[in-house]
């Protein structure tokens, strides 16, 4: 199957400092990108979509400014938490869409973010 | 609007038993429908789908089938390994929206040998 990476796997930063997380289809193009966020034990929350070469669309309630989403080529999309606090603490997932394999998802290990 | 409410864990399961996690949805329209499972360190994996009411979905010994009228699609093996201790998660999408996933918790299934 596809494999959608994310680099870094896990991070820790100081507050107000800014973290950016990379999510990469290694062997697919994937024109669009999705972003989720995980608290524990709960569902995955979707964050925003991430289009190439256009500006990404958040879900209510997402601050855009905050989360900083870039979709540059086909095989990467990156997801920059700026003047990250406290509360950003939280497990970050990415996915791809494969228009070759029927359109499914594939999805990153995630990345575990902790801020000081 | 649409949402997946699946049975809480975590499931504590000896090997050869069988499996049930319930997952019941609420979406307008005729979603499709998928379970995802997670093994530590990993990403999502695609388990099973069904795209229309009846259909089952199987892989690797696990089943599903699209139930329209009690609007459920609970995950079902028969005889569990220790290598199906994962989460695993029921989805929904809707059509009209590509890739579109809504998540539900999450099910810890631990299998003892």
């Known amino acids: 199957g596809a494999v959608v990476s994310q680099h870094p796997s896990w991070v820790i930063c100081k507050s107000g400092t800014s973290v950016k997380i990379e999510c990469r289809s290694l062997d697919f193009q994937a024109t669009t990108m999705f972003w989720y966020r995980q608290f524990p034990k709960q569902s995955l929350m979707l964050m925003a979509t991430s289009n190439e070469g256009s500006k990404a669309t958040y879900e209510q309630g997402v601050e855009k400014d905050k989360f900083l989403i870039n979709h540059a080529s086909l095989t990467l999309s990156t997801l920059t938490v700026t003047s990250a606090h406290p509360e950003d603490s939280s497990f970050y997932i990415c996915?791809?869409?494969?228009?070759?394999?029927?359109?499914?998802?594939?999805f990153g290990p995630g990345t575990r973010l902790t801020v000081l | 609007g649409n949402s997946v409410t699946q049975m809480e864990g975590p499931v504590t399961l000896s090997e050869e038993a069988f499996l049930t996690i319930n997952c019941t949805y609420t979406a307008t329209g005729y979603p499709s429908l998928f379970w995802y499972v997670q093994y530590p360190g990993e990403g999502l994996q695609l388990l099973l789908k069904?795209?229309?009411?009846?259909d089952k979905g199987s892989n690797k010994g696990f089943e599903a089938t699209y139930r329209k009228e009690t609007t459920s699609f609970h995950l079902e093996k028969g005889s569990v390994q220790v290598s199906d201790s994962a989460v695993y998660f029921c989805a929904l999408s809707r059509g009209s929206t590509l890739g579109r996933l809504y998540f539900g918790r999450g099910t810890q299934l631990t299998v003892w040998p």
């Open positions: 996915s791809a869409l494969s228009g070759r394999a029927n359109n499914e998802q594939f």
């Open positions: 069904a795209t229309k009411a009846d």
